[in-house]
């Protein structure tokens, strides 16, 4: 454990989540563009065309650009809130406007980092479930932006979910294995069951991969509150962006964010909340 005096402790959780926030602003940003150029890899050598010489990108290279006019960006401009509010949210070339994503991203994982070590300390089991919390930032957003929920990040985190539960409650190992399997097939059977009926696909298998993840890091009783959880707050968000956003209506609202919601209330908040959801049974 990190034994520091409080007024050192907190501000340094605080920075390093805000910097591990601003990381993961280039996973958000360039996963899903990793991921385009990797299928059409595939395709081109599936239909046996010649391979396509695309320059080195990946969550290293290039360099952070502005993406209105590819300008580099400056180390200073990169520093997690300061950079965005110093250049009030624009391009210090251009002046083009950079999506407040990034500070809010990187607030988040400050946030996520204080309360993660709020509750768990600065252990190795809080810095677990702390990469637990920031993956699924990382897959939230993503899946906002391009309703896509990267399997490069659901397995790692059902893994990471089986290996906290042998390192830290290895008698709750078997109850994570088979979390996994029933958050998978839960969500496997309300979308076969909604095709059947409707006709249309109603979520992804991305959204099943990440119920299985979840489960896996806190076990099959979780599973019903956890369904609850994103069903509840999916359905209040979804009523007040209807309302608010009349373009939006009738358009199809990813489910990822809503199971990430419930995956943070229920890692960080989950014994109180079993305790009070078991006492209402």
């Excluded at 940003?29 to 391979?51: C, N």
């Excluded at 696909?201 to 369904?227: H, I, S, T, V």
Aim: hydrophobic letters at 55%; glycine letters at 10%; charged letters at 10%.
């Amino acid at each position: 454990m990190l034994d520091l005096p409080p007024q050192l402790l907190w501000p340094l959780v605080a920075f390093i989540g805000l910097c591990l926030g601003s990381f993961l602003n280039v996973v958000i940003t360039r996963l899903p563009v990793m991921l385009m150029q990797g299928w059409r890899a595939e395709a081109r050598e599936a239909l046996e065309l010649s391979e396509e010489v695309q320059p080195a990108f990946n969550l290293i290279t290039p360099r952070s650009i502005c993406p209105a006019c590819e300008a580099p960006i400056a180390w200073h401009d990169n520093i997690p809130l300061v950079g965005w509010f110093k250049r009030r949210g624009r391009c210090a070339s251009c002046e083009a406007r950079i999506s407040p994503q990034y500070p809010l991203v990187e607030l988040a994982g400050g946030v996520l980092a204080v309360a993660v070590v709020g509750i768990f300390g600065a252990t190795l089991q809080g810095l677990f479930v702390l990469g637990a919390c920031l993956t699924l930032l990382a897959m939230a957003v993503i899946d906002l932006r391009t309703q896509l929920l990267p399997d490069a990040l659901t397995l790692p985190l059902l893994w990471a979910g089986l290996l906290y539960q042998l390192l830290f409650n290895p008698l709750l190992l078997p109850s994570a294995v088979i979390g996994a399997m029933a958050g998978y097939v839960s969500l496997w059977s309300v979308y076969w069951l909604f095709k059947l009926v409707t006709g249309k696909e109603g979520m992804g298998y991305g959204d099943f991969k990440l119920l299985a993840a979840l489960c896996a890091w806190l076990g099959w009783q979780y599973l019903p509150m956890l369904l609850l959880l994103s069903a509840g707050v999916g359905a209040v968000v979804g009523i007040l962006v209807q309302l608010t956003v009349p373009r939006l209506r009738g358009m199809p609202m990813p489910f990822g964010p809503y199971l990430a919601m419930a995956g943070w209330i229920a890692l960080l908040a989950g014994e109180p909340l079993m305790m009070g959801y078991q006492g209402l049974l």
